[in-house]
């Protein structure tokens, strides 16, 4: 199944996920603006390992209940265990699906559902711009889409949930991200440095 398909039902179903609410309080100075870089492509800002945005995948903590009725194992892990993160674009600065795992992503898997394997963790989660419009660094946006998958693959959805994202900066082959989220099982809070490995 394709992930764009998987994405479309989920998102009609939880109507907390179309985007959100923005808050002026989020804006960060000196986030918003893009660098050109020796080899002259757009490379965004404080992507170099700033204090902001870690040279680093992940920094922060994810946490997960067991549930054991569809597979997904108990689990909590810190900074330096989740090892790859990277992200499939729904048009550059719009919308991005982005994965975190504890083990290194195949780019050749975006744009398809993807799982963890046996004893591994995944973070799926939704990144986008309110009402389909183009997302602005510094800007607090709301989000609920997160899947925390370890061992039962993406076939369960969030519960409750709260959650935002928060863009420091983005370009056409990388993007780092504030998130916030938490559900009755699972929650994630930290900063991704990922990759943009696929979209269209």
């Known amino acids: 199944m394709r992930l764009l398909i998987v994405l479309t039902a989920l998102a009609v179903l939880t109507t907390s996920c179309g985007g959100g609410d923005s808050s002026e309080d989020g804006v960060a100075a000196g ?32 946490s997960r209940i ?69 997302i602005e660094p510094g800007v607090v946006y709301d989000e609920t889409f997160v899947i925390i998958d370890t061992g039962g693959g993406a076939q369960n959805s969030p519960v409750d949930p709260t959650g935002t994202v928060e863009f420091i900066a983005y370009s056409e082959d990388h993007l780092c991200l504030n998130i916030d989220f938490l559900d009755e099982n ?15």
């Open 66 to 134: 067991s549930e054991p009725s569809i597979g997904h194992n108990a689990a909590a892990l810190a900074d330096g265990e989740l090892l790859d993160a990277a992200a499939f674009s729904f048009g550059t600065g719009f919308q991005y699906t982005v994965y975190v795992a504890s083990f290194e992503i195949d780019d050749d898997t975006m744009g398809d559902t993807i799982i963890a394997p046996p004893g591994e963790v995944l973070v799926t989660f939704q990144a986008r711009g309110k009402d389909g419009g183009e």
């Open 31 to 62: 986030t918003t603006s893009v660098a050109e870089s020796d080899g002259g492509e757009d490379q965004p800002a404080d992507m170099d390992g700033s204090d902001e945005c870690p040279d680093v995948p992940f920094s922060g903590e994810v």
């Open 186 to 200: 699972q929650a994630i809070t930290g900063t991704v440095s990922a990759r943009v490995a696929g979209g269209f």
